[in-house]
């Protein structure tokens, strides 16, 4: 019961946040948890936190509302406003 609990108050906490903020959340406590086993300490798991939440904010940033990415016949990839 109580890990259920703590997981609804860690989805209720990000249920508000931008996808900025989301995705640099998401991405600190992923970095944080695979940090943390591959290196077996603290610090390791701080400097997960770190980049995981820096790439998070990154990708959670590159969202643009009313956007789509598209590719060309060659593959490249760009964005336009969606149809």
Do not use: F, P, Q, W
């Not at 903020?21 to 610090?43: C, D, H, L, P, Q």
């Not at 798991?45 to 590159?62: D, K, Q, R, Y």
């Amino acid at each position: 019961m109580k890990k259920i609990l703590l997981g609804m108050a860690l989805i209720a906490s990000l249920a508000s946040c931008t996808s900025t903020e989301r995705g640099a959340g998401i991405g600190a406590a992923s970095g944080a948890i695979i940090g943390g086993v591959a290196t077996n300490s603290v610090g390791g798991a701080a400097v997960g936190a770190v980049i995981g939440g820096t790439a998070g904010a990154l990708i959670g940033n590159a969202d643009r509302s009313g956007y789509c990415v598209y590719r060309d016949r060659h593959g490249r990839r760009y964005e336009a406003r969606c149809n």
